[in-house]
C-alpha cells in the first residue's frame, strides 16, 4: 500500500521531463529546419541576424519588464499601511497573509520571472518590426497633409505603436 504514493510523485515529474524533451526537440527541429534552408541560399546572415534580434528582444523587454514588476510589488509591500481595520473578512484575509509572508520574496521573484518571460517571447515575436525601423530607409515621397516621407508610415510607425503598446 506504500507503493502507491511513491509512484504518484515519480509520475508527474517524469511526465514533465518527457513533455520538455518533445518540446525542445519540436523547437529544435524547427531553427535546425531553418538554418538548413538559409545554408542551401547561401543567406545564413539573414538566419542569424532575425535570431541574434529575437534573443536580444527577448532579453531587454523580458528584463525590463521583470525589473519593473519586481520593483513595483517590492514598493507595494514597503509603503503598504501598517493598520488594517479588522473587519470579519479582513480576519479571513489576514490568515492567508501570515501564512504566505515566509514565502513573499520567492513569489515576488517567480512573478517578475513570469511575466518577464511573457512579455519577452511577445517583443521577441515582433523582430521583424524592429528590424524595418532599424533598416528603414526613405521612399522619397511625401505625404502631402503631415508633409512626412511616406516611410515613416511603413517602417517607424510600426515599431512605435509596438513600443507604445509594450509601455
Known sequence: ???????RSV????????ALLVGSFVIFTGYYTDWLWFVSIDKTE?????LLTRVLMFLVFGAVMAVAVGLSMWLAWRTRPTFRGMTPEQASLERYRVALDPYRRRFTILIALGLG???????????????????????????????????????????????????
Not at 500500500?1 to 509512484?7: C, H, K, V
Not at 509520475?11 to 518527457?18: G, K, N, R
Not at 539573414?46 to 532575425?50: D, L, P
Open 11 to 18: 509520475l508527474i515529474p517524469t511526465i514533465i521531463v518527457l
Open 46 to 50: 539573414v538566419f542569424t541576424t532575425s
Open 117 to 167: 518571460v511573457v512579455t519577452g517571447l511577445t517583443a521577441a515575436s515582433e523582430w521583424g518590426t524592429y528590424l524595418l525601423w532599424r533598416n528603414a530607409t526613405p521612399f522619397g515621397i511625401t505625404d502631402p497633409q503631415f508633409d512626412m516621407d511616406l516611410s515613416f508610415y511603413t517602417f517607424t510607425l510600426p515599431f512605435i505603436r509596438f513600443l507604445i503598446g509594450f509601455g
Open 1 to 7: 500500500m506504500e507503493d502507491a504514493p511513491r509512484r
